[in-house]
């Protein structure tokens, strides 16, 4: 039920509506809008939701989708730092938005760009790298902010995702530069590394709240990767004795993890991945074989619920949730829905034009790495 003149709905009306009105509303402004709008839903969002998403995809897979989408409109239901990927990659003239501003993420607010700026303004007091990097390659996560990715660009680095991480690390090393400064996320950087061979004393993590990161000179000198001390909270909540546990509770049980979650965990799983790569590898398994997901529990759900030959389980019990992402609820979207479809863009989530030109930069660098 669109509003009949051009003024925008206030959300405090929406989110009081009930969720049995949700689906006719949403569908309705959805068919409304056309082709003029492209729903884009990320893995971990709320059954509620991705039920609506044009496209559904791991927050590469869903860049990818953004950046070659046709309508003017590009609803984002995931958090941030994937509406402001989106925003960088879209074509002019195409809006982004984000049907609740407070879905942001755990992990890339660890990284905050004067933090990160100052960093690395230590590197080249030390004399460790130039203004520019020369010697130490900056590569961001694709979950850190606009800004974060920026600065990458700026200096020589690029984006990558728990995809191609592996391939970034190659491709940095194969520039010839001695280090790699690793952000956001620790443990995607400590166990891409260790999967090449790089030992752990060869890692050191920069803690932006200890003065010169909590490390010396020397340290620094050595190591080849400088990883961020940011992690994923719903990643990080799983432990090793989840392993064990899960293990004697299923003969035969096969752990698969996200490589957002710890080293400790990680060296004890069968197989890491990428989302995608986990529905795949379940999706491909014969009849009868049994998973223990270390990811986030709307996705194990789903796969459990997709192949209802296979057992699929979360690997804690207690279950793992993105809250950021879960604040998207249908009564938001069918908000910026109805909105959109009566000429209102609310919402919009806008990078800065210098950001925008560096953070483009990086993506693309990394649209180049297989
Ligand atoms: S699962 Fe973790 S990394 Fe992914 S959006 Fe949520 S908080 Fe961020």
Redesign the pocket.
């Known amino acids: 039920m669109a509003a009949t003149a051009a003024t925008t709905c206030r959300l405090d009306n929406y989110l009081v509506l009930p969720d049995s009105t949700m689906d006719e509303r949403i569908a309705a402004a959805r068919a409304e809008l056309g082709e003029d709008c492209i729903l884009l839903g990320h893995h971990?969002q709320r059954d509620e939701v991705i039920k609506f998403a044009d496209f559904r995809g791991d927050s590469y897979r869903l860049c990818q989708a953004a950046a070659t989408a046709k309508g003017r409109y590009i609803v984002f239901c995931g958090?941030t730092f994937m509406a402001e990927a989106a925003d960088i990659l879209c074509r002019p003239g195409q809006k982004t938005i984000l049907p609740d501003l407070n879905a942001g993420?755990?992990?890339?607010d660890m990284a905050d760009i004067g933090q990160v700026e100052d960093a690395w303004q230590s590197f080249v007091d030390m004399g460790l790298t130039s203004e520019l990097g020369n010697r130490i390659m900056p590569i961001t996560y694709m979950?850190s902010s606009a800004a974060i990715k920026a600065f990458c660009g700026e200096r020589g680095g690029f984006v990558c995702t728990s995809t191609n991480a592996s391939a970034a690390f190659d491709y940095a090393f194969g520039q010839g530069v001695e280090k790699i400064f690793f952000l956001p996320d620790q443990h995607l950087g400590r166990n891409t590394a260790w999967a090449k061979g790089i030992p752990l004393n060869e890692m050191v993590v920069w803690d932006p709240y200890m003065l010169n990161g909590g490390l010396t000179a020397e340290q620094l000198k050595k190591a080849r990767l400088i990883l961020w001390k940011g992690h994923?909270?719903?990643?990080q909540r799983f432990l090793p004795e989840h392993v064990d546990k899960v293990r004697a509770k299923y003969a035969g049980i096969q752990v698969l993890c996200h490589p957002?979650c710890r080293w400790e965990v990680c060296r004890k799983a069968d197989d890491l991945g990428s989302t995608d790569k986990i529905i795949k590898t379940v999706a491909e398994a014969p009849r009868g074989a049994k998973f223990a997901i270390g990811t986030?529990i709307h996705l194990v759900n789903r796969l459990a619920k997709d192949n209802p030959d296979k057992v699929v389980v979360t690997l804690d019990d207690s279950g793992c949730l993105?809250t950021?992402?879960f604040r998207i609820t249908p009564q938001h979207l069918c908000w910026a829905l109805e909105n959109l479809a009566d000429g209102q863009v609310v919402n919009r989530v806008m990078v800065d034009e210098r950001v925008k030109y560096w953070a483009r930069i990086a993506l693309d660098r990394m649209l180049e790495i297989h």
């Open positions: 971990y958090v993420c755990s992990m890339a979950n994923c909270s719903v990643h957002e986030e993105c950021t992402m």
